[in-house]
């Protein structure tokens, strides 16, 4: 199975030049870890998914959103969409410092409608889950539906967690270096003409790192099966400047969500 | 058997915030890596780990500037007790030999640790300097170019608009030719080094073209048409044409409209004249001046 890589540049403010194929979100390693598994899975590298944000001039070009890109057009049953590293649904409407700009590419388009399945807000400051999944959160953790993050610095930590309706409201110091890292593997996608979907991302580039150590090593089992998963993250101590990621094997990953994905299938009916 | 394993060099580079210090690396030239890791595959290798370094701060490379001027110079370590004979090291990118003197606008900024020493110590060996705007080869490597290309032994590059051929010469100055924009014409490099003493016998796969494309466009090429640089050690130089850089492309495939020419395929220079760490990092940051 060809996994191919979804590229999106990575840009925290819009630039006046256009992002290319060699600029990278810091997700980059995280791909690479990602894609040794993915190697031990017998998977094989199909390429790059170019998602790259158009420049400020191109958007001042159209009055609405620029025009699709299309982008998906060489996918089919058999291959894999490989998502590292969190994409950015909501960050303008929540404000956020750090964004991930969009791309206004086809692919892009089709991966958000699947998404909302999911969340209700992703942002880099706010995840709000859909009602569904926040329903199947393990206890004691049914207020880890509606998070929010730290957003300064190169980590996104928990701020406060609190149900759907507001209530068994938690809150959380930066000390407590506590936050929460996602994983989505879609079979069969139909939007995508057969090819089967991997996201996996933490809310800021290193947990997303973190997480993609892990699911090399002793999480490999989401990468084979179909689920929706959600992990909760804690004991993060980090040396400073390491020069490999062996630390990450004493942190704790504790699922706190692993739901069977609606598969599009089930969706369309 | 078990598979031989590669190791991939990750070096950071952000030429937007040089002076921030990163808690985390991201990672230069992924795409290119990706392309290279999928051709390893193929050639039996699996994934090894990825070393993290991080690059100085302008800061930190006037202190060592400084250190290094007064004798005192002391690089940071890095473990390397997992890398071993049968394993590979990857370098997917230019090795920043002049960089800090050529002050380039596009200046990759070192690690100028123990690894990264003995990898500038290995590219000494071939180049007088190597910065993104310019590269001269060594003598003795210049000496190996076929006689129509020995003006490829030193070369100037465009850095604004991709990194184009702009001029080249010989070492003795003559054979000057200029590039057109319209000529397209850009360079990569490939250095195959196995058994390398300073590595722990680990071996050492270093690719680059002058800038990020290129790079990307090489590495394309030695997933497919140039798979075999892959197969046996050496120091190749590849010529590409027509080397146009797409505005917006959906995938790699431009790069296959590259025209590479391979006009350098030398054996690798024997590794007992390699300077020390501390002279390679000296030679780095206090080497002859731009234009010298």
């Known amino acids: ?269 | 058997m078990t598979a031989p394993r590669w190791f991939h060099w990750l070096a950071l580079v952000e030429h937007h915030r040089p002076d921030r210090r990163h808690e985390f690396p991201g990672l230069r030239d992924p795409a290119a890596f990706f392309e290279v890791m999928a051709a390893l595959v193929e050639r039996g290798y699996r994934a090894g780990r990825v070393i993290y370094t991080y690059p100085r701060t302008t800061r930190e490379l006037r202190e060592l500037q400084r250190l290094v001027r007064l004798g005192q110079l002391r690089l940071a370590p890095v473990d390397l007790d997992f890398l071993g004979p049968g394993h590979l090291l990857v370098v997917p990118t230019r090795i920043p030999l002049s960089d800090w003197v050529f002050e380039n606008k596009k200046m990759l900024r070192s690690p100028l640790n123990e690894l990264d020493a003995k990898i500038m110590a290995i590219g000494w060996l071939y180049f007088e300097y190597l910065a993104r705007s310019a590269s001269q080869l060594t003598a003795r490597v210049a000496s190996l170019l076929a006689p129509e290309y020995a003006n490829r032994a030193k070369i100037q590059f465009m850095q604004n608009k991709g990194a184009l051929c702009v001029k080249c010469w010989r070492l003795d100055g003559g054979g000057y030719q200029e590039f057109s924009a319209e000529d397209a014409r850009t360079l990569g490099w490939v250095l195959y080094l196995k058994d390398v003493p300073s590595l722990r016998g680990a071996d050492l796969l270093v690719f680059w073209g002058m800038g990020g494309v290129e790079t990307l466009a090489l590495a394309h090429h030695l997933r497919t048409d140039l798979g075999h640089l892959l197969d046996a050690p050496g120091f190749t130089m590849i010529e590409f044409s027509r080397a146009a850089r797409p505005d917006c492309p959906s995938d790699v495939g431009f790069a296959s409209a590259w025209q590479p020419e391979i006009i350098l395929r030398a054996d690798p220079l024997p590794l007992d004249a390699l300077l020390s760490e501390e002279a390679a990092v000296a030679r780095v940051l206090d080497g002859p001046p731009r234009g010298a």
């Not at chain 1, 979804?6 to 256009?18: D, G, I, V």
């Not at chain 1, 094989?44 to 790259?52: C, E, R």
């Not at chain 1, 998906?72 to 969409?81: A, F, I, K, Q, T």
């Open chain 1, 1 to 269: 199975m060809p996994g191919h890589h979804w590229f999106a540049p990575y840009n925290r403010r819009r630039k006046k030049r256009k992002l290319g194929l060699n600029h990278v979100r810091p997700d980059g390693p995280a791909f690479a870890e990602i894609q040794a598994a993915l190697y031990e899975l017998d998977s094989h590298y199909g390429g790059l998914l170019p998602n790259s944000p158009p420049s400020e001039d191109e958007l001042r070009r159209h009055s609405g959103p620029p025009p699709l890109l299309p982008n998906d057009g060489s996918l089919g049953r058999g291959d894999l969409v490989v998502m590292v590293g969190k994409p950015g649904l909501d960050e303008e409407r929540q404000n956020d410092t750090i964004r991930i700009e969009r791309g206004f590419t086809t692919l892009e388009n089709k991966v958000e409608d699947i998404l909302r399945e999911y969340f209700e807000v992703l942002a880099r400051s706010h995840i709000r889950l859909q009602r569904p999944y926040a329903n199947q959160l393990r206890k004691p953790y049914g207020n880890r539906s509606d998070t929010t993050f730290t957003e300064y610095g190169q980590y996104a930590w928990y701020k406060e967690c609190k149900t759907l309706e507001g209530t068994d409201v938690q809150k959380f110091d930066a000390k407590d270096r506590r936050t929460a890292a996602y994983v989505l593997n879609l079979p069969e996608i139909p939007t995508l003409r057969g090819a089967d979907l991997l996201l996996a991302f933490g809310v800021s580039g290193n947990h997303t790192l973190a997480l993609a150590c892990r699911l090399r090593a002793d999480l490999i089992h989401l990468l084979r099966e179909p689920n929706f998963t959600i992990l909760e993250i804690s004991n993060a101590v980090q040396p400073e400047r390491p020069t490999n990621l062996r630390f990450v094997s004493d942190w704790t990953f504790e699922i706190i969500l692993q739901a069977r994905p609606r598969v599009p299938a089930e969706r369309a009916v």
